[in-house]
């Protein structure tokens, strides 16, 4: 059936067990925003293993919404929409 048969099938089968993510990274931050889940932003000067996940840290919020910003604005200067109607700038 192909080399991809089985994870096809998984997908199927469980949809719980896939989820889509997007992540970026700078020299200090790292965050992982998934579909399914809960977000993780990570400090990688002070805790490169990524250890602590301090998405819920109200201190962090600006550099979360900062990255979140970051990771949109490549989305839309990257994505390839035939159907988008309007100028994309930013």
């Given at each position: 059936m192909g080399h991809y048969f089985e994870k096809l099938k998984l997908q199927q089968d469980d949809?719980?067990?896939?989820?889509r993510a997007a992540m970026i990274r700078t020299r200090e931050w790292k965050l992982v925003?998934?579909?399914a889940g809960k977000e993780e932003l990570y400090?990688?000067?002070?805790?490169?293993?990524?250890?602590y996940n301090r998405?819920?840290?109200?201190?962090?919020?600006?550099v979360r919404n900062d990255l979140q910003g970051r990771l949109?604005?490549?989305y839309l200067r990257t994505s390839d929409n035939p159907h988008w109607e309007h100028e994309r700038s930013i």
């Open positions: 949809p719980t067990t896939v989820a925003i998934r579909s400090d990688l000067k002070n805790d490169p293993q990524e250890l998405i819920d840290d109200p201190a962090l919020s600006e949109l604005r490549w």
